[in-house]
T-cell receptor, first 114, second 112 residues
Framework: DADVTQTPRNRITKTGKRIMLECSQT?????MYWYRQDPGLGLRLIYY???????NKGEISDGYSVSRQAQAKFSLSLESAIPNQTALYFC?????????????FGPGTRLTVL | GQQVMQIPQYQHVQEGEDFTTYCNSS?????IQWYKQRPGGHPVFLIQ???SGEVKKQKRLTFQFGEAKKNSSLHITATQTTDVGTYFC????????????WGLGTSLAVNP
């Protein structure tokens, strides 16, 4: 969906480096999510935010931090990247107000940590 | 905690054959959502089922929610190469939280 954008799309970095992945949305949704996807492990939730002042840890938050700079922006940081953080990272949004609450995903960021 | 089990993990079919993926939970599901992820792409919402026993169709795709709301299935009739991808089911958590509990997905390969 062009409404949810992620930058960069691909990133190769070295162990110990600080990395920030950015997500922006024009859908006007309150809820935003960061997932990582690894082969055979499906989608695992890292952090989620239901509004600008509400940030929550997901199932695998260790080694990650987030910042919700505005309703439209949600950034994921790896303070000191390690090789097992090599994965495909997705940002997603949802409206949060309806019973459906389907999630809309960005195109993903492929991160490689050497 | 809540878990959603999805089977099979992989399925390889000849074009024109049918395909079914199943999503099972030990607890009652509030609703069930289905997503499709094409190779190299991102998950895209397909449908949500809400009612016990609900059946919905989208062209060749038939989605079903079990009577006890503990299982769901996605059936594709006469698969095409455009059906290739990974199909995920996801359960919105009960209450106001509404994080999605994801199945691990079923990867479908279609031989032309």
């Amino acid at each position: 969906d062009a409404d949810v954008t992620q930058t960069p799309r691909n990133r190769i970095t070295k162990t110990g480096k600080r990395i920030m992945l950015e997500c922006s949305q024009t859908k006007g949704h309150d809820r935003m999510y960061w997932y990582r996807q690894d082969p055979g492990l499906g989608l695992r939730l890292i952090y989620y935010s239901f509004d600008v002042k509400d940030i929550n840890k997901g199932e695998i938050s260790d080694g990650y931090s987030v910042s919700r700079q505005a309703q439209a922006k949600f950034s994921l940081s790896l303070e000191s990247a390690i090789p097992n953080q090599t994965a495909l990272y997705f940002c997603a949004t949802s409206i949060g107000a309806s019973r459906s609450d389907e999630q809309f995903f960005g195109p993903g960021t492929r991160l490689t940590v050497l | 905690g809540q878990q959603v089990m999805q089977i099979p993990q992989y399925q390889h079919v000849q074009e024109g054959e049918d395909f079914t993926t199943y999503c099972n939970s030990s607890t009652t599901l509030s609703n069930i959502q289905w997503y499709k992820q094409r190779p190299g792409g991102h998950p895209v919402f397909l449908i949500q089922l809400v009612k016990s026993g609900e059946v919905k169709k989208q062209k060749r795709l038939t989605f079903q929610f079990g009577e006890a709301k503990k299982n769901s299935s996605l059936h594709i009739t006469a698969t095409q190469t455009t059906d290739v991808g990974t199909y995920f089911c996801a359960d919105p958590e009960a209450g106001n939280n509404r994080k999605l509990i994801w199945g691990l997905g079923t990867s479908l390969a279609v031989n032309p």
